[in-house]
């Protein structure tokens, strides 16, 4: 069955209206839903389906209060009341599971663990891209979304992936947002200044 374009009201939802978050409801986000919004975005295409993000969702008080101090100011108090906040992260050691993600290539692992920049390179960019389905996922399935930078990369990984080979790339929060948190909208780049057509 041939792909159709999909409603504008689905593209608006997705993009056009869609904004970064700041304020936040006080409504809940079940876990029924957080293991729907994996479903839905672990479909995303990576190389050779190495599917490298690993995330986890801060949802509880305890857990948000450990993930605080690694937080820049500017960041706390909207994280805090976000009702979760994703860590996205990345495992180095992706290619160990690519025996069952990738079995058509018995030896797909001895492409990306070659040497540790590579390696790096497959995992970061991948996960990057698995962030990044996450967000569009999220909005897809009526949440709203805050991701961000602006936090202390090693402590996160010292607090939630310690004894790990995953390292945190972006945070993103998860909830129904309040639209007075909401900035106006900022400009983007013109076709012209960001594209060719070779």
């Not at 897809?140 to 390292?167: E, I, Q, R, W």
Request: charged share 20%; hydrophobic share 40%; net charge positive.
């Amino acid at each position: 069955m041939p792909n159709i374009p999909i409603d504008p009201s689905a593209l608006n939802q997705l993009f056009f209206d869609a904004h970064t978050y700041n304020a936040w409801q006080d409504r809940p986000v079940p876990d029924e839903l957080l293991h729907r919004l994996y479903e839905t975005f672990r479909m995303g295409p990576t190389s050779a389906n190495n599917c490298p993000a690993r995330i986890v969702f801060v949802k509880s008080k305890a857990a948000k209060e450990k993930l605080q101090p690694a937080l820049m100011e500017g960041n706390r108090a909207k994280t805090m009341a976000a009702p979760v906040t994703a860590i996205i992260g990345y495992d180095l050691r992706f290619y160990e599971k690519l025996g069952k993600l990738f079995p058509n290539a018995p030896d797909a692992a001895s492409w990306f663990n070659k040497d540790e920049q590579t390696t790096f390179t497959n995992a970061f960019r991948n996960g990057t891209l698995q962030g990044a389905y996450l967000i569009v996922a999220a909005r897809a399935l009526g949440l709203d979304c805050g991701p961000m930078s602006g936090f202390d990369n090693a402590l996160v990984d010292k607090l939630f992936f310690a004894g790990t080979n995953v390292k945190s790339n972006f945070l993103c929060n998860l909830g129904y947002g309040d639209a007075k948190g909401v900035y106006p909208r900022n400009p983007r780049l013109a076709f012209e200044e960001a594209c060719s057509i070779a």
